[in-house]
């Protein structure tokens, strides 16, 4: 039986309640995932998921600029434009700890692949943060589980070629006369 522990990543990118976000942003770019833990300080202790879509919407809303469309010209609000301005600084000046998804579903590096699964199922994640008692040790996303199953699955039925290598012997196939 696979366990989260057998497929789990190790090197977690993370963050701390007082990091910015704008910081948070650029590393969740950089390393190319949409969620990461948040600790509480040296002590590694998981209080939080902070995700792409915490750092977008935050707390602190983005207006987006309007715009008006009249005559097949388009014309921006100045004060619209303004206003999302003094949001996005707002937003990005604010701390991963006023953003992030406190209490997140954690999972034990003792847990099959089925209780990580359902767990994300049933907390509608994408990731959870693999913990020992509350400390971090690792973080198991959907797409390990779905490598490690596909892993245990065996391998794939042959695919054919082309059509013309499907075909019944003595069928012409498409590219051929018959």
């Known amino acids: ?50 995700s792409t879509g915490d750092l977008i919407v935050g707390e602190s809303r983005l207006h ?23 949001d996005l600084a707002k937003a990005l000046g604010a701390t991963v700890g006023e953003v992030m998804t406190p209490r997140p579903v954690t999972c034990a590096a ?13 907390h509608a994640v994408s990731r959870l943060p693999v913990v020992a008692g509350t400390i971090l040790v690792g973080i198991v996303a959907r797409g390990d589980i779905l490598r490690a199953v596909i892993g245990r699955a065996g391998p794939a039925a042959p695919v054919a070629a082309s059509p013309a290598a499907a075909m019944p012997p003595g069928v012409p196939g498409p590219d051929q006369d018959g």
């Open 1 to 50: 039986m696979t366990t989260v522990r057998d497929i789990m990543t190790t090197e977690v990118l993370t963050f701390e309640v007082g990091d910015r976000v704008a910081d948070a942003v650029t590393a969740l770019v950089d390393r190319g995932v949409d969620a990461a833990p948040v600790l509480d300080g040296p002590r590694g202790r998981v209080v939080g998921m902070v």
């Open 110 to 122: 003792e847990d099959t692949l089925e209780e990580a699964a359902t767990l994300m199922h049933d």
């Open 64 to 86: 987006l600029p309007t715009v008006i469309s009249l005559f097949g010209a388009t014309l921006e609000l100045p004060s619209s434009q303004r206003h999302f301005e003094a």
